[in-house]
């Protein structure tokens, strides 16, 4: 079975800073899927980015980066000029390639609490 | 409205009463899922349903019970719950159930029992 570990529990950042998101995963696949998702205070939780295993590439969306280190299984979010908006919980998800029912589902860490402070 | 809808968005139920959650995609998706988000743990997946069929049931205790009338609406039937069961409960779409395709969440509901 996958496991997806998120180790810093909380973060904070200031304001036009930049940081980054831990998250470390566990499987025997070569190919796969890895997520970021934002889910900020009372609202709903939404697609930050998103990469494949077998892309190389790291992958970008504005100020949102990843760092895929797929030897090493880790996948961990850069956030440059973080702005107040960014405060939120912030899960990492796996998702297998595979066909079948174990493809269906995401496999989230227990997410990083990041406050960005003025 | 647009995205994912869950009602209601707060309940609180006693133990032996009978309760059901309601969760509405205007996506046009083909899959939708059920989690339980509790504190300090990770997403648990509930349930998957892909073009209204289950497709996928993680263990889940009896006393949740899913409905999928048609690939809009996704029901969460509640009876006799433990207060363990408190939690936010989300829903979730996406285009279909497997492949690299995001999921959209529900706002979700927050379930309290007494």
Redesign the interface.
């Known amino acids: 079975a996958q496991t997806?570990t998120q180790s810093q529990p909380e973060m904070s950042v200031q304001e036009a800073e930049t940081v980054t998101l831990s998250c470390t995963y566990d499987t025997s696949e070569n190919n796969y899927?890895l997520?970021w998702?934002k889910q900020p205070p009372s609202?709903?939780?939404?697609?930050v980015i998103?990469q494949?295993a077998y892309k190389q590439q790291n992958a970008t969306e504005n100020r949102f980066s990843v760092n895929f280190q797929k030897a090493a299984k880790s996948f961990s979010l850069k956030i440059s000029d973080s702005q107040l908006g960014d405060t939120a919980m912030y899960?990492c998800a796996f998702?297998s390639?595979l066909?079948g029912?174990g493809?269906?589902?995401?496999?989230?860490?227990?997410?990083t609490k990041l406050s960005v402070i003025p | 409205e647009t995205g994912v809808t869950q009602t209601p968005r707060h309940l609180v139920m006693g133990m032996t009463n009978k309760k059901s959650l309601k969760c509405e995609q205007h996506l046009g998706h083909n899959a939708m899922y059920w989690y339980k988000q509790s504190a300090k743990k990770p997403l648990e997946l509930m349930f998957v349903y892909s073009l209204e069929e289950r497709v996928e049931n993680n263990s889940v205790p009896s006393r949740f019970s899913p409905e999928c009338p048609n690939s809009s609406h996704l029901f969460l039937h509640l009876h006799t719950l433990q207060p363990e069961d408190s939690a936010l409960y989300l829903c979730a779409s996406s285009q279909v159930a497997g492949g690299p395709y995001e999921q959209y969440f529900g706002p979700g509901t927050r379930l309290t029992v007494t």
């Open positions: 997806v899927y997520f998702y609202r709903q939780m939404i697609l998103r494949e899960f998702k390639r066909s029912a493809s269906y589902q995401l496999t989230f860490g227990k997410g």
